[in-house]
């Protein structure tokens, strides 16, 4: 991913707008990302058990396979963001996991693959001493997130 969630006291997941067909995900007066509109095929969310002390939800904006980018989903102008992508999109684009504290994806554009699951993850065996370590601690092996069968039939079958 591309993006990072930085804070603010202001604005603490950031800011997101539309400027010239991109949109612009701002924090602390600087520009952490865009996203071409016409360029997204795919668009999902997920969760993580991680608030409220950092951001936990976020919507991702597939390219393609290879290409994604990420927004907060706790941006100031979300909800103008989510309009604009309904619009652009020719359908509601609307987050699904509103109310989910643990780890959870889903997947929200295109209309046929809505609702079914955005990542498998793939666990991977440790490696490093560090990871090695933290497997025997309980904290986890290192991951990988794949795209499910439903996300690559949904990037398949957008041409942009």
Not at 111 to 130: D, H, R
């Amino acid at each position: 991913m591309t993006f990072k969630s930085e804070h603010s006291e202001a604005e603490p997941s950031g800011r997101v707008f539309n400027e010239d067909g991109k949109l612009i995900w701002e924090s602390q007066g600087e520009r952490v990302g865009e996203i071409v509109m016409s360029d997204v095929r795919l668009i999902g969310e997920y969760t993580t058990g991680e608030g409220p002390v950092i951001d936990d939800w976020f919507m991702v904006f597939y390219m393609s396979k290879d290409d994604c980018k990420q927004i907060s989903l706790y941006v100031k102008g979300r909800e103008e963001m989510l309009q604009l992508l309904s619009e652009c999109m020719g359908s509601v684009v609307a987050p699904r996991l509103v109310g989910s504290t643990s780890w959870e994806t889903t997947l929200l554009w295109p209309p046929e693959v809505a609702g079914q699951a955005m990542w498998n993850v793939e666990n991977l065996p440790p490696e490093t001493l560090v990871e090695k370590l933290k497997a025997f601690l309980g904290m986890g092996n290192p991951a990988r997130m794949n795209l499910t069968d439903a996300a690559l039939r949904g990037l398949a079958g957008q041409p942009r």
